[in-house]
T-cell receptor, first 105, second 114 residues
Framework: GIQVEQSPPDLILQEGANSTLRCNFS?????LQWFHQNPWGQLINLFY???GTKQNGRLSATTVATERYSLLYISSSQTTDSGVYFC???????FGTGTLLAVQP | NAGVTQTPKFQVLKTGQSMTLQCAQD?????MSWYRQDPGMGLRLIHY???????DQGEVPNGYNVSRSTTEDFPLRLLSAAPSQTSVYFC?????????????FGEGSRLTVL
């Protein structure tokens, strides 16, 4: 079946640092979504990004569907960015295994 | 803005008991789905529905039943709970069908089966 791989599996940052999270998928897709699961377990929509680039404040995302990957950029990280970041392919109904991010003060 | 509402938020069951997790959305979304999340893992699809009267199985459907009698509601039933069903359950909905549209999640229901 389709594979969705996220990297890195975990990441520790100092507050203020930048980071890039990656989502690779093994099949063609026509949509992709990024979520943040906060330490309380809530799933928060970050981006619905089938292709191209979107930005929302300190976060931005790029999906290159033809090359089967998506990137999530976090700039000037804050402790509130901590949690797990998932990418999900809705047309295949599959979630990646996530990147666990810890931002230290 | 209620969005996607799940109840209960917490539940403890004994093996063999039955229960229903409720999910309701007030956004007139056609697509609704149930996922389970086990510790340290991503979400796995249990069942989904692309509209009232239509349901289908996901990746891990065994032990669960669903129905979609209205657009707003999509309950998940456990007929005979097992310890392996201890998990956090998330309901999600989106405006359009299976392949497009942004997913919106409820806050989750934490189930423990003893």
């Amino acid at each position: 079946g389709i594979q969705v791989e996220q990297s890195p599996p975990d990441l520790i940052l100092q507050e203020g640092a930048n980071s890039t999270l990656r989502c690779n998928f093994s099949d063609s897709v026509n949509n992709l979504q990024w979520f943040h699961q906060n330490p309380w377990g809530q799933l928060i929509n970050l981006f619905y990004i089938p292709s191209g680039t979107k930005q929302n404040g300190r976060l931005s995302a790029t999906t290159v569907a033809t090359e089967r990957y998506s990137l999530l950029y976090i700039s000037s990280s804050q402790t509130t960015d901590s949690g797990v970041y998932f990418c999900a392919l809705k047309n295949k109904l599959i979630f990646g295994t996530g990147t666990l991010l810890a931002v230290q003060p | 803005n209620a969005g996607v509402t799940q109840t209960p938020k917490f539940q403890v069951l004994k093996t063999g008991q039955s229960m229903t997790l409720q999910c309701a959305q007030d956004m007139n979304h056609e697509y609704m789905s149930w996922y389970r999340q086990d510790p340290g893992m991503g979400l796995r699809l249990i069942h989904y529905s692309v509209g009232a009267g239509i349901t289908d199985q996901g990746e891990v459907p065994n032990g669960y039943n669903v129905s979609r009698s209205t657009t707003e509601d999509f309950p998940l039933r456990l007929l005979s709970a097992a310890p392996s069903q201890t998990s956090v359950y998330f309901c999600a909905s989106s405006r359009t069908g299976l392949r497009t549209g942004e997913l919106f999640f409820g806050e989750g229901s934490r189930l423990t089966v003893l």
